[in-house]
């Protein structure tokens, strides 16, 4: 029993499946050599174009799809909202990764169904960092553009009048909600709170499956939408 204990512990891990979307040879070139370099990811196709990269994502299923913006025949927020917007059947967690350090971008990529968001220039273990926290299913943004976008686009998002006030979450997820709205990691929120980052994670699962939110993201416009934050 114990060897079978012991076997099934040491037994690998699937990698991480990666596919790289980006209209740059050389970019895409070496995004992929820095995913390929690790021993939890794997590179399953690239390509130069967004309707491509819808048609491979499809095929392939990857577990995460690496999408630059700006693409020819059908650009990278298009592609994300086919991959991942709304009404999808079977969504794919997309990181969008662009030179452009616009906010507009930024909204519009989140609105389109990313995951996550980071730029270019960014050191690549950032990039490996990001692709690992979208495939468990969270939500990453650059912290160069964090608050500025919360910022610039919370009027977008204030509550109305009607906006129904009856939040199904203890006072200790309210809590935590309120942090997660305020780009805190579950680091600073555990350290915030004086919990464990293990119950952080119960917490901002129990946050999602309550309010019936896919991400971190979707749980930061909600609480914006509820006047939770300001």
Do not use: W
């Amino acid at each position: 029993m114990e060897q079978t204990r012991r076997a099934v512990q040491e037994a690998p891990t699937k990698p991480i499946r990666v596919l790289i979307c980006d209209d740059q040879m050389l970019v895409r070139t070496g995004l992929a050599t820095i995913v390929d370099a690790q021993p939890d990811l794997e590179v399953v196709g690239a390509c130069g174009d967004g309707r491509t990269g819808v048609d491979l994502a499809r095929e392939l299923r990857p577990d995460v799809v690496v999408m630059d913006i700006r693409m020819p025949v059908l650009d990278g927020l298009e592609a994300t909202r086919r991959l991942a917007g709304a009404g999808v059947e079977h969504p794919v967690k997309v990181l969008v990764v662009t030179t452009f350090n616009l906010d507009e971008y930024v909204y519009e990529a989140l609105r389109a169904g990313a995951s996550g968001f980071l730029l270019k220039d960014a050191p690549p273990d950032r990039l490996l960092h990001g692709i690992r926290t979208v495939a468990t299913g969270a939500a990453l943004l650059d912290p160069e553009v964090t608050r500025r976008l919360v910022g610039r686009y919370a009027a977008r998002i204030r509550p109305t009048d009607d906006t129904p006030r009856d939040i199904p979450l203890t006072p200790r997820e309210l809590e935590v909600l309120r942090l997660i709205a305020d780009g805190r990691s579950n680091g600073e929120i555990a350290a915030t709170l004086v919990i464990s980052q293990e119950t952080v994670k119960t917490f901002v699962s129990r946050i999602l499956a309550k309010l019936q939110l896919r991400d971190r993201v979707q749980a930061v416009v909600y609480a914006y939408r509820q006047g939770l934050v300001t």
